[in-house]
């Protein structure tokens, strides 16, 4: 028997992520009040739903519930019954653009004030992203890269199951991810944007790439990289983590930090990693 918790912020994308597991065979229940938790775990260890795999969507409306959910977790880990916490995160820019597009407001906001509601909703949920075991951030991700990423997680493909790593290339001048696990700063390499004919490139242009790895430093540093995650990702996966988010950044996201984390994340797939690649910044 196993429960997956999806919860988080309000408008980040759980209504899409629930319908994904359940084509996935999940058993799924949105919005189940937290102190019928023990109840419905009772039921289904006694076979009366006659399944073997559970979502359940938890959220604020469901009023005070991080301690019910965390006690909820601890009890069923010493039953050794698996619950595994997935947060679905996104900027407050994106949420207060999605609450006004879908022409919604956000279930705190009493008053209408959707801004102010994103950031009560956002301290109450502090405690519970930081005990999640996967945090995915929904701003930039299409439905397609969202469903990808809860398949290589929940789903039945290849490396489903095993740890996760994300890697996400950044530009310090937007602010660095923060559920970054390890960041790499790649500032100190030579910048394409200083070069006309490729300043309107990205990393992902072969001519920013040649011109990014005519500096020996680059490819010191992906060599020097690639070995110290050969030696970390074992290490990880013997503590049980399972979910890596792995940052490397530049001034803008543009160029250095995509070429990099693209080479990071071949180096990987061709190691037997589980990983996916996120260019955070590279449409601003």
């Known amino acids: 028997m196993e429960f997956v918790v999806i ?7 759980k209504t899409q992520t629930v319908k994904f597991m359940e084509d996935m065979g999940y ?3 949105d919005n189940l009040p937290t102190f019928l938790l023990p109840k419905f775990a009772e039921l289904c260890g006694g076979s ?10 938890l959220d604020v409306r469901g009023g005070d519930f991080v301690q019910e959910l965390l006690e909820f977790s601890a009890q069923m880990k010493k039953q050794q019954i698996q619950v ?15 609450h006004s597009e879908n022409k919604k407001l956000h279930p705190l906001a009493k008053d209408g004030n959707n ?6 909703e956002r301290e109450i949920l502090a405690p519970l992203r930081e005990r999640s075991d996967y945090v995915i951030d929904t701003t930039l991700l299409t439905t397609w890269d969202l469903k990808k990423r809860i398949r290589s997680i929940f789903g039945d493909g290849v490396g489903a199951g095993e740890m996760l790593v994300e890697i996400v290339s950044f530009g310090y001048k937007y602010g660095v991810p923060a559920n970054a696990d390890l960041m790499f700063d790649v500032r100190f390499l030579n910048n394409p944007y200083y070069v006309p004919e490729l300043r309107g490139l990205t990393g992902n242009d072969k001519a920013v790439y040649s011109y990014i790895f005519t500096d020996p430093a680059a490819r010191e540093f992906l060599d020097k ?3 110290l995650l050969d030696f970390l990702i074992p290490l990880y996966r013997k503590e049980s983590k399972q979910a890596l988010v792995i940052a490397v950044g530049c001034t803008g996201g543009h160029h250095r930090s995509v070429t990099m984390a693209n080479e990071l994340t071949r180096l990987l797939s061709e190691r037997g990693v589980n990983v996916t690649l996120v260019h955070r910044d590279i449409g601003r």
């Not at 919860?7 to 994308?13: L, N, V, Y």
């Open 225 to 227: 990289t690639a070995e």
């Open 7 to 13: 919860t988080g912020m309000s408008g980040a994308g």
């Open 27 to 29: 058993f799924c229940v």
């Open 48 to 57: 009366e739903l006659g399944h073997g795999q559970y979502a359940l969507v």
């Open 84 to 98: 595994r916490i997935l947060f679905l995160d996104c900027s407050d820019a994106a949420l207060i653009s999605r």
């Open 115 to 120: 801004a102010e509601a994103i950031a009560r």
